[in-house]
């Protein structure tokens, strides 16, 4: 760890709110000291920033970029002060000003420029890339409105408007200096020159300007800071004027609130592309932005393109910057003047594709037209990358239409439209799934006559998650308790947390890891009161299910248990073997009807149970709202059972699953995703694996029939009747018949029917475990000691060596 000098520290601060807020420190608010203690740690940082792009420089380091439509870091005044190594003395030097480090910490807003798990991956990757001292950099766009603040008005989600200080945030650092210009509508216009050669010109394009805003990365250790470069949208003002002066001034006005539009707001569904020409349009401005800012690095010190892909790597999280492919090859053929193959084989050199998805819903594909309209030129390059693609096809298997057709980039049939996936995985090197499963159904499932044409392509990247954020500033007491007894070598090698493993047979150690548990779960209580209004026994099983709310990840399964259990001890007069609080976060997208009646279930099953005097000393049910990120990190250590319940081949892989694991909660889990890795590095006998598996629901998909299982299983029949009736919306009788319908009259996609007895066994043999304090204890460090391999380093190595070559330069 570099000593940093904090002795002007208090001086700075002072400086800060003198001259920026002008004010005396005595008549600072809280929010002014966040802002000035951030100020100065913002200080710090470009200082380490400045010197960490001298060390790229001059070493001539490849670089990689990290294109992302999400990123979702999280609050960052604690993050930059524990990755700086400076957080004990930073809370020392506030406290002889009577100031409390933690006040100021809650001041920060959650920048909430993500939906979950895909936007929040990239922001561990940064973490890692930073930790590593490796020259890796995001690339987003710099939104105005975040994803929506989630309330709860009578069980029901409301959303409201999150608008972050995206303009004063402290952590975002205007350049000024640096502006791009991407060309927009227009046509083309074809010329033939004298030898008969095409010559395309788009004119007629309009412009948007891109603004940057730099968000500094610090690494653990504090010797590298990378950074997140953020583009917002804005009309150029040349544009405007000439319709001004053409006497159309509301016509000028209106482009230009049109234009400015682009970063105005994160889509916010999770798991469903969003079909819009405006999400379009901001795909393509993060893809132009990022393409010319990347190549204009790129030429600060080389000439020509030779050393291109040497120098310069891309990553497409997911295909929502998949428009880079064309793009790039836009830049070099028509910007830069080389020819259609040495552009192809330098796109294809530097770009990889992850894929994090297999719902068929969220596979982004475009109508032709829409295309047309907003970006011809790329539209043109994109027929010409697939009618070369297309010959090679031919040539490698003759006569073959079937194939043809499943691997064109272009769907014809009804509306033309691009599918996106084809055109990042033929314009790259590398495919990645993210978890050993989903690649695999990558290969096998999704597009099974790309890999046989380019096996080599294919590759398995399973997902990681920092142990900065997600266990040493999330769970200081944990923490602390691991620090002492292994040392703090786990914090950037998280391997080594496999020599807790020992410490199961400390008695002592034991003792005080749950401990640590029961205290988190304490604080954990303490915010459920405050935020539900419902008080929970913080000895109870704390279950938790916090994701996003969606059919595929059965939040109603576990409805359902819950209302068996409740069944169970009104009707049948059978007691649990232990109290358990079922609690729940989790937003829904805000068109999806049955995520959010699935919230108001939720909502009408906690009243009835938490009110009935007779239950509510067994079970408790409470739904937290407004999930994200700092909720999570409040949620996840006090967690004894972690909720990963995923119809099987849905997960591509789940990040929240590693979380509560490292945190050591025991999984109830499907073995889907990353799920099947936990649980075959932590042992079976230290989490609980039920239902189908992703073969058997393949087997079964055909002649599957939910009602048989509500037929045979009186249990079942019982708790879906409950569901039908109105005993859990009294007030707005029948809502919930929609979710009962779901599964029995419309095939239960999803296979609750078909889970629910192995769901409901699984969960009455975590309740008798449970009762066993010493052995729960044991698998619960085991869980912690055994999930260092999903540490986003990890991850990062591998990306590292295999798809992007780039190396460390401490
Ligand atoms: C997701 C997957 O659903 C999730 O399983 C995965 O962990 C995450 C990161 O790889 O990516 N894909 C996706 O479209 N979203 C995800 O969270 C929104």
Redesign the pocket.
């Known amino acids: 760890m570099n000593k940093i000098d904090l002795s002007g520290f208090k001086a700075a601060m002072g400086q800060y709110l003198r001259y920026v807020r002008g004010k005396k420190i005595e008549d600072a608010s809280q929010k002014d000291l966040f802002n000035a203690v951030s100020s100065v740690v913002r200080m710090l940082l470009i200082d380490i920033t400045m010197e960490t792009e001298d060390r790229y420089t001059k070493a001539d380091a490849k670089r990689m970029h990290y294109l992302s439509i999400e990123f979702l870091p999280g609050r960052l005044l604690s993050n930059n002060l524990l990755n700086l190594g400076i957080e004990k003395e930073c809370r020392d030097i506030l406290k002889t000003m009577n100031i409390d480090l933690d006040d100021l910490l809650n001041e920060e807003h959650d920048p909430a420029l993500g939906?979950?798990?895909?936007g929040r991956?990239a922001a561990c990757y940064l973490d890692s890339l930073a930790t590593l001292d490796m020259p890796g950099f995001g690339y987003g766009i710099n939104y105005d409105y975040g994803l929506f603040k989630q309330t709860i008005m009578a069980g029901e989600q409301r959303e409201n408007p999150d608008f972050w200080p995206n303009r004063s945030s402290p952590w975002l650092l205007a350049r000024s200096d640096v502006r791009c210009m991407v060309p927009v509508y227009g046509r083309i216009q074809g010329t033939e020159d004298r030898e008969g050669e095409y010559n395309p010109m788009w004119v007629d394009w309009k412009l948007i300007l891109g603004r940057v805003h730099d968000i500094p990365i610090a690494g653990f250790g504090g010797r590298t800071v990378n950074r997140l470069r953020l583009f917002s949208a804005w009309a150029s003002e040349d544009f405007d004027m000439q319709v001004f002066n053409e006497g159309d001034y509301f016509r000028a006005v209106e482009e230009k609130i049109q234009f400015e539009s682009i970063s105005k707001i994160l889509y916010p569904s999770?798991?469903m592309a969003a079909g819009r020409e405006l999400r379009l349009v901001q795909e393509y401005f993060l893809v132009a932005c990022s393409v010319q800012d990347i190549i204009r690095i790129y030429l600060k010190d080389h000439e020509g393109f030779d050393q291109f892909p040497d120098k310069v790597a891309i990553q497409l999280n997911?295909t929502h910057p998949a428009l880079t492919v064309a793009e790039l090859m836009r830049v070099l053929v028509d910007v830069h003047g080389l020819e259609w193959d040495p552009a192809w084989k330098i796109t294809t050199k530097t770009l990889g594709y992850t894929n994090?998805?297999l719902l068929p819903e969220?596979l982004e594909t475009w109508p032709v037209s829409i295309l047309k309209r907003v970006i011809p030129r790329h539209l043109q390059i994109i027929y010409e990358i697939n009618r070369r693609f297309i010959e090679l096809v031919k040539q490698r298997f003759p006569n073959n239409t079937r194939l043809v057709k499943s691997m064109s980039i272009i769907r014809e049939g009804g509306e033309q439209r691009i599918l996106m996936a084809n055109l990042a995985i033929i314009g790259s090197h590398s495919v990645n799934g993210?978890a050993r499963i989903h690649s695999e159904l990558v290969k096998n499932n999704l597009v099974p006559d790309f890999y046989r044409l380019w096996p080599e392509r294919f590759n398995n990247k399973t997902?990681g998650v920092t142990p900065r954020r997600w266990i040493l500033s999330a769970n200081p007491g944990l923490s602390g308790l691991i620090t002492e007894a292994i040392g703090d070598g786990w914090i950037s090698d998280l391997d080594q947390l496999k020599r807790l493993e020992p410490l199961v047979h400390d008695s002592v150690f034991l003792e005080r890891f749950a401990q640590v548990k029961r205290a988190n779960k304490i604080d954990l209580a303490e915010i459920i009161g405050e935020t539900t209004y419902v008080e929970v026994d913080p000895d109870s099983i704390f279950d938790i299910h916090a994701k996003r709310i969606h059919e595929y990840k059965r939040q109603f399964l576990n409805v359902l248990n819950i209302v068996h259990t409740y069944l169970k001890i009104k009707e049948d007069k059978q007691i649990p073997g232990a109290p358990r609080t079922f609690i729940f976060a989790g937003k829904a997208a805000p068109g999806y009807v049955n995520a959010k009646l699935t919230i108001r279930l939720i909502h009408g099953v906690a009243d009835v149970i938490n009110n009935d005097p007779e239950v509510s000393p067994w079970i408790r049910v409470v739904f937290i709202p407004d999930y994200r990120v700092s909720l999570a990190e409040a949620l996840i250590p006090g967690a004894d059972v972690s909720e990963q319940i995923s119809c099987a081949g849905m997960?591509?892989?789940?990040?929240g699953n590693m979380k509560f694991a490292m945190n050591g909660a025991l999984t109830v889990g499907t073995l889907d995703?990353a799920t099947v890795e936990i649980a075959e590095r932590v042992g079976l006998e230290n989490l609980y694996i039920f239902g189908l598996k992703v073969d058997e629901i393949a087997a079964m998909r055909k002649h599957y029939n939910p009602r048989d299982y509500i037929e045979n299983n009186p249990d079942l029949m019982r708790v879906m009747n409950v569901i039908r009736s109105d005993l859990f919306c009294k007030k707005d009788p029948g809502i919930f018949k929609r979710l009962h319908d779901a599964v029995v009259d419309f095939g239960d996609y999803y296979f609750n029917m078909a889970d629910f007895s192995a769901y409901v066994e699984t969960q009455n043999q975590v309740v008798t475990d449970y009762c066993n304090k010493k052995q729960w204890a044991e698998r619960s460090i085991l869980n912690t000691a055994r999930t260092g391999y999903f540490s986003s380093d990890r991850a990062i190595r591998e990306y590292a060596d295999d798809i992007w070559k780039i190396k460390p330069f401490p």
């Open positions: 939906n979950g798990g895909l991956l999770d798991s997911d994090h998805t969220a993210v997902n997960e591509a892989s789940g990040t995703g």
